[in-house]
């Protein structure tokens, strides 16, 4: 399969695993279901990007609206990514600046409640 | 050592020569990831680096995705060309489609992503008008 999109929930966050590559033919899919989850009321999200294998621009742009959605319902997005690979894509496009990055979910989940542990 | 002017990595070995592999393709997504494959082939059968290898993968996916969205746009029917050469102490591909001046929405980031990963990257007039023609090169 070229990607993979389940979605759990965790700590009152909505948790969407997300495996194999996100490309410019399977980034809709990622579009639909991120847009399904916020119609579904689910505006916190944090999106585990641990089993991505490849990510491109437009797969960063279903990520940007993704979160511009969210927060048009004052939600959060945050994600969990420790691939170097994957990082390296958000750093050249300037957008680490734009999404926080997290190594685990449990991390995630504790930002995302605006906790301040660890 | 030896002049400070040199490559940084003008001690790697140079590259077995390659090709040049031709792959046409409709200008479709779901081709992309077989262009992307095609040129991480070739660019490991020259020898080049693990590092450098996702950069080429990323990069011709990126060329590759920008020529599908602008054919697309333009209702352009001309085939994806994508050529990949290695000789030397370079890895040449080339990514060209029939479409003519048309900007798309992830142009600026896709651009930004391949000069990231490429040590040279040139769009020029491609068979279809301006903008059709992306080269990308890796040095070693």
Redesign the interface.
């Known amino acids: 399969m070229?990607l993979s999109v389940t979605s759990r929930e965790q700590g009152g966050r909505t948790v969407v695993e997300v495996g194999g590559?996100i490309?410019?033919?399977t980034a809709p899919v990622l579009r639909e279901r991120l847009n399904d989850l916020v119609g579904e009321g689910r505006h916190h999200l944090i999106i585990d990007m641990e089993k991505v294998d490849?990510l491109?621009?437009?797969g960063?742009?279903v990520l940007v609206g993704g979160l511009k959605r969210v927060r048009s319902h004052d939600g959060s997005l945050h994600l969990v990514c420790t691939q170097e690979?994957i990082l390296k894509?958000f750093r050249?496009?300037g957008l680490t600046k734009v999404f926080p990055i997290h190594p685990s979910v449990e991390e995630a989940v504790t930002a995302s409640s605006g906790g301040a542990g660890a | 050592m030896s002049a400070s002017d040199e490559p940084v990595l003008a001690h790697a070995q140079p590259l077995h020569s390659t090709g040049p592999v031709l792959l046409r393709f409709t200008a479709l997504?779901?081709h992309?990831?077989t262009a992307?494959l095609v040129a991480m082939a070739v660019a490991r059968r020259a020898g080049l680096g693990d590092g450098a290898l996702?950069g080429v993968?990323?990069a011709v996916?990126?060329a590759?995705?920008r020529a599908?969205?602008r054919s697309e746009s333009a209702g352009a029917t001309e085939l994806v060309e994508v050529e990949v050469s290695a000789g030397g102490r370079s890895l040449v591909i080339e990514v060209r489609d029939g479409a003519g001046d048309d900007g798309i929405?992830?142009e600026d980031?896709?651009l930004?992503?391949m000069a990231?990963?490429a040590d040279d990257v040139a769009v020029t007039a491609g068979p279809g008008g301006p903008g059709g023609r992306t080269r990308l090169t890796w040095r070693v």
Request: glycine residues 10%; aromatic residues 6%; negative net charge.
């Open positions: 070229d590559e490309d410019v033919y490849f491109d621009s437009t960063l742009g690979k894509v050249i496009t | 997504p779901e992309v990831r992307r996702e993968r990323l996916g990126e590759c995705g599908v969205q929405e992830t980031v896709a930004l992503l990231g990963l």
